[in-house]
């Protein structure tokens, strides 16, 4: 039965059946709302796991702390992990902010050198440079349209005038991807959260269907974190685990270790 279409006809022939060619046709996406859907795609590509970007070879301290007996189960877990979240936040989060805000070669750099003074940790300073040049290797690769990241990458890379630190590069990108600072913000403590989960399952502390429940679980405190700790400046950055930063920097002296940090 061939479905009828109401039109704008008298009501005398609104009964009558109509080709659907006589119909107002409904207007094409624009080329604004293509872009906008297009963008989209390319935010979540970002945060994609697949991205190679070198995350997944540190732990944040989690191999440490098992091995020094401080992360023995699943409820110790939690809270390492909430411990992370929220030293993540006071600390780098205001870089990302700031990098965001600005996304900028100029105001990238000047991040950069000071993150660089800040990290007194060898082993977390050098897991966030490794992460920081890989992703903006990955990021330059793949969103070719952005000039922006290209010129980064031909003029920076290579050179020792930055360190290419994860948490302002992550920024930078993010901002000219298409992120609105607060997205960018809760997009950094997710990437955070994920990695760390996931290094608890390659050290076996839990399973694949466990740390996807502590995933859901931890949630509710890294947006706890997120709104504690958005939209401040770099001088409000602060260390708030100095504990963890010691696991961390143990993690050089390790006998066997899986992980690069």
Not at 75 to 86: A, D, G, I, N, P
Not at 93 to 121: G, R, Y
Not at 151 to 156: A, G
Request: glycine share 4%.
């Amino acid at each position: 039965m061939e479905r009828v279409m109401e039109c704008d006809y008298p009501a005398s022939k609104k009964n009558k059946v109509v080709h659907p060619m006589d119909c107002e046709m409904k207007e094409e996406p624009t080329n604004a709302a293509s872009m906008n859907q297009h963008s989209l795609w390319s935010q979540w590509q970002l945060l994609d796991s697949i991205l190679p970007t070198g995350g997944f070879a540190h732990s944040y301290g989690l191999e440490a702390a098992m091995q020094s007996r401080m992360v023995n189960n699943p409820e110790e877990l939690r809270s390492f992990v909430v411990q992370v979240l929220e030293n993540t936040g006071s600390l780098l989060l205001p870089f990302v902010f700031c990098a965001n805000k600005s996304p900028d070669a100029a105001t990238w750099v000047k991040l950069d050198q000071l993150l660089e003074a800040m990290l007194t940790n060898e082993v977390s300073r050098k897991a966030s440079m490794s992460q920081g040049s890989a992703l903006l290797r990955v990021a330059a690769s793949v969103f070719t349209e952005i000039q922006s990241l290209q010129d980064l990458r031909q003029t920076f890379l290579g050179s020792k005038i930055v360190s290419f630190h994860h948490a302002p590069i992550f920024g930078l990108i993010c901002g000219l991807v298409g992120f609105d600072s607060e997205t960018t913000q809760r997009a950094y403590m997710f990437v955070t959260m994920r990695d760390v989960i996931s290094a608890a399952t390659r050290l076996n502390l839990i399973g694949p269907l466990a740390a996807s429940v502590l995933q859901h679980q931890v949630a509710a405190d890294a947006e706890r974190m997120v709104q504690k700790w958005k939209d401040r400046g770099v001088e409000e950055a602060t260390q708030t685990s100095p504990l963890l930063d010691a696991l961390q920097g143990c993690h050089a002296y390790m006998f066997s270790r899986l992980f690069c940090s």
